[in-house]
């Protein structure tokens, strides 16, 4: 079983930057795909992004693309969202979560998840 933590939440004011970190332990992390969802009050959790094993290969919700980045540094076991532009709908509890293989974007295809970190984007 691989344990993450997430950190790096917080309170932003609209079109500010946060950088979420995820770090793994537990498991081989160069082999682990790694995801970021996050779930807003009364809704679902949802996809944010995703990266393969070696950090060649990224994956975006059409919502988020061209203002998040998913990196990851394997020699640290971490994993990154920077979040740019952000606006009040990106508020939510954001987290990570790993699986072995290739990525997935719904929730089922990750076997391991972190506690969340909350972002609150306002004025």
């Known amino acids: 079983q691989v344990q993450l933590v997430e950190s790096g939440g917080g309170l932003v004011q609209p079109g500010g930057s946060l950088r979420l970190s995820c770090a793994a332990s537990?498991?081989?992390?160069?082999?682990?795909?790694m995801g970021w969802f996050r779930q807003a009050p009364g809704k679902e959790r949802e996809f944010v992004a995703a990266?393969?094993?070696?950090?060649?290969?990224?994956y975006y919700a059409d919502s988020v693309k061209g203002r998040f980045t998913i990196s990851r540094d394997n020699a640290q076991n971490t994993v990154y969202l920077q979040m740019n532009s952000l606006e009040p709908r990106d508020t939510a509890i954001y987290y990570c979560?790993?699986?072995?293989?290739?990525?997935?974007?719904?929730?089922?295809?990750?076997?391991?998840w972190g506690q969340g970190t909350q972002v609150t984007v306002s004025s």
């Open positions: 979560a790993a699986k072995y293989g290739t990525v997935g974007k719904i929730v089922p295809h990750y076997d391991d």
């Open positions: 537990g498991g081989t992390f160069s082999r682990l795909a």
């Open positions: 990266i393969m094993w070696g950090g060649g290969s990224t």
